[in-house]
């Protein structure tokens, strides 16, 4: 007999059904069947023949013994019983019972040491502050705008990301990163719902659309709504840091239009593909502007639609043209000076706070050019103003108008160098082309 009974049970019926239905031969074949053994004993309804021997004895299989201790292993019914001697892979009930403890101490260690390091984050988070007149140009705008988009939540208790999508057309999370990398948005986990944080191996991880944010307090003690008052105040200098915001956020307005077209003709584009286009999105955005680029966008991904259809052709053949044709459309509109089109916008596109935020104080929208806009930002930053501009024009000028006396054009120079202006030049850029053309 390979299989030995623990009774728990003292009714002499059940023995005998119990013992009846473990009973082997020789060759460990059972004696009988358990359909047989059925109707023996009455048994509650739904209760099976083996979970109402289980409750009423343990079995245990002489064959196999508990790698850790040589002791038999517990079976639960006939199938988990085997006919001949072999080394166990499941752990006896008291060897399984020690591992289990060890494991729920190990747990529970590891849940203390979780909140213990969260606790001390948030300590050392309240002794950090900012002082909110030093941060960067595009890190005001950014705020304005989140504030914004997540009003009142970025001043009263905290945000998620999700609580972010009116910010901008796409890339939310990397506005929202590019706040937190600068120590200006912090992770609140006291506020965060419970399993957000989590270990991975040794290491801390957490779900990113579960934590909570909320803006770091300030040097000075005043209120998160005082701060966000003082920003609006703001004088800005940073020319190059605010044309960049406005490219970041360009060229998010551009990729939404992408993927909304992209979806319309069912082309699926790869990660890869999708940062090629961007970045040639973003340089064509330096001169265009988002909605000429829109048309750009429209043209070619309705061509890829045409070419999908074609013989030779499928789907994500003609999706794989898209990045290149984007790129060949704005070189020859560059090399033919063609005049793009402007798309106005898709009613279902909003511009996002950020781009309201933009608008309000560069005075750009979807239909200024980058080259607009990079004139304006400096103008607007005062820097076309700053000595080393003037002194770096003090020559090209007196050159210039030197040049236009001599041939007595003054009245002509004069009225082509306000259409430069006029078209978004900056003055040294003006300069620089009548004088050329003068030369030549
Ligand atoms: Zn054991």
């Known amino acids: 007999m390979a299989i030995r009974l623990q009774m728990l049970t003292e009714d002499p019926k059940e023995i005998e059904l119990i013992e009846r239905y473990w009973a082997v031969d020789e060759s460990g074949q059972y004696l009988e069947k ?27 299989d002489e064959n196999q013994v508990c790698p850790k201790c040589a002791g038999l292993v517990e079976i639960k019914n006939r199938s988990q019983a085997k006919k001949v001697s072999q080394p166990s892979i499941k752990l006896c009930t008291l060897c399984q019972e020690d591992q289990d403890a060890i494991a729920l101490e190990a747990q529970k260690a590891k849940a203390a040491e979780l909140a213990r390091q969260l606790t001390e984050y948030v300590r050392k988070q309240s002794t950090r502050t900012v002082d909110y007149s030093t941060i960067a140009d595009r890190q005001v705008l950014l705020l304005l705008a ?159 639609a045409s070419l999908a259809n074609r013989e030779y052709y499928n789907r994500p053949k003609a999706a794989a043209t898209i990045p290149g044709k984007i790129r060949r459309n704005l070189e020859k509109v560059q090399r033919e000076s063609i005049e793009l089109k402007a798309w106005s916008r898709p009613e279902q596109h909003p511009a996002g706070t950020l781009g309201m935020v933009l608008g309000e104080i560069l005075g750009v929208d979807e239909n200024t050019s980058g080259h607009r806009v990079s004139s304006l930002v400096t103008w607007f930053t005062g820097q076309a103003c700053s000595p080393t501009v003037e002194a770096e024009l003090h020559e090209p000028v007196r050159e210039l108008m030197t040049i236009a006396l001599a041939h007595d054009v003054g009245s002509s120079v004069m009225l082509r160098f306000a259409e430069l202006i006029r078209a978004g030049h900056d003055v040294g850029s003006a300069v620089e082309e009548i004088g050329s053309a003068l030369r030549s």
Request: some cysteine.
């Open 146 to 304: 989140l504030d914004r988009a997540v009003t009142p939540r970025l001043t009263h208790g905290g945000f998620t990301v999700g609580d972010c999508r009116g910010l901008a057309p796409r890339y939310v999370g990397d506005f929202l990163q590019q706040l937190r990398e600068a120590g200006l948005v912090l992770d609140d986990p006291t506020k965060a719902r419970p399993g957000t944080y989590y270990w991975e191996g040794d290491e801390i991880w957490m779900f990113r659309d579960q934590v909570v944010y909320r803006l770091a307090p300030d040097a000075a003690s005043r209120s998160a709504d005082e701060v966000i008052r003082s920003l609006q105040d703001r004088v800005y200098t940073d020319a190059e840091g605010l044309f960049t915001l406005w490219l970041d956020y360009s060229v998010a307005d551009v990729m939404r239009y992408l993927g909304a077209q992209c979806a319309l003709y069912n082309h699926e584009l790869s990660e890869r593909e999708l940062e090629e286009i961007n970045s040639t999105l973003r340089s064509a955005l330096e001169t265009y502007s988002v909605s000429q680029l829109w048309s750009v966008v429209w043209k070619v991904v309705r061509d890829a």
């Open 34 to 60: 358990v359909s047989a053994l059925e109707g023996i004993v009455e048994m509650a309804q739904g209760v099976t023949l083996a979970s109402f021997i289980r409750q009423r004895c343990n079995a245990f």
